[in-house]
């Protein structure tokens, strides 16, 4: 069995139970619970066998995985060559299971199971790649109203769009304040506004976001006053985020309908079968 063979199980074991963990959410920051500290553990040492078999794997990473890890928030700060090696050891994880399991499965269940964990093992990052980025996108859609009405009142109230960012991002809480910080930091650090709004745009898969650069952006080309600009994106972002709120409950009825159908029904038919019982009795 060679070395990369050796790195890759031992990879696999903990890479198993720690992938979703490590996709999931953030750190948490503050005091942490003893529940918080473990997971903190498991994504480290994740990340350390990752790279134990990214020396080892050496693939190369697709065009787009940078753009989809940069959407889904650089989950522990993983790069594309970390997913890449954390694809393969979901890849040899699947065939180990399958391999377990062969002789147990009837017909060719087998075979089929052969070809099937690995290949999932080895989608399973993008899929909670993809599933982290369209839960950041939800957050951001219901919070950028909000935040857009903060940078107006700060424009109009004459504060440059740097210093409006980063205000803005210090009084709010959320996914889109943080991302503001980070992109009012790098202006300060000597980025150009260009280079800021770019990787806030690909760190926030929302529509609303590259709308607001994009304002940004035009006001500055054009000399324009951006207040204006800012309150159509605020109208806009409010009947959206009622749009959304709708959909919501729109999906929220069928669920109750199907609690009701299937909870109180049966009791109350149970209840009144229970009375008939009593009274023929």
């Known amino acids: 069995m060679s070395a990369a063979a050796v790195l890759a199980g031992l990879a696999g074991a903990a890479g198993a139970a720690a992938i979703v963990e490590l996709l999931a959410h953030p750190r948490a920051r503050g005091r942490r619970s003893p529940?918080?500290?473990?997971?903190?553990?498991?994504?480290?040492?994740?990340?350390?066998l990752a790279g134990l078999a990214r020396r080892r794997a050496g693939m190369l990473p697709p065009a787009d995985l940078h753009a989809r890890i940069a959407a889904a928030g650089d989950p522990l700060g993983l790069g594309p060559t970390d997913v890449m090696a954390l694809k393969a050891v979901g890849a040899l994880t699947g065939l180990l299971l399958a391999i377990t399991l062969i002789g147990s499965l009837p017909g060719r269940l087998g075979v089929v199971a052969m070809l099937c964990a690995p290949a999932g093992g080895?989608?399973?990052p993008d899929l909670l790649l993809a599933r982290r980025a369209r839960a950041r996108a939800a957050r951001i859609g219901h919070e950028l109203a909000d935040v857009l009405d903060l940078l107006r009142v700060?424009?109009?109230?004459?504060?440059p769009i740097g210093r409006a960012l980063a205000?803005?991002?210090e009084r709010c809480q959320g996914v889109l304040?943080?991302?503001l910080r980070a992109a009012a930091r790098r202006m300060q650090l000597g980025a150009t506004r260009a280079e800021a709004f770019e990787q806030l745009v690909a760190r926030c898969p929302a529509d609303g976001v590259a709308t607001l650069t994009a304002a940004v952006t035009r006001a500055d080309r054009h000399g324009a006053p951006l207040a204006p600009a800012l309150e159509a994106l605020v109208t806009e972002a409010r009947a959206e985020q009622a749009r959304l709120l709708r959909d919501d409950g729109a999906r929220a009825a069928p669920k109750i309908q199907l609690v009701v159908a299937l909870v109180l029904v049966?009791?109350?038919m149970l209840l009144v079968a229970a009375v008939l019982v009593q009274a023929l009795g």
């Open 154 to 159: 700060a424009v109009q109230a004459g504060l």
């Open 177 to 179: 304040a943080g991302e």
């Open 35 to 48: 529940a918080g500290r473990r997971r903190t553990r498991l994504g480290a040492m994740t990340v350390a």
């Open 167 to 169: 205000e803005v991002g």
């Open 266 to 268: 049966p009791a109350v």
């Open 122 to 124: 080895f989608l399973a």
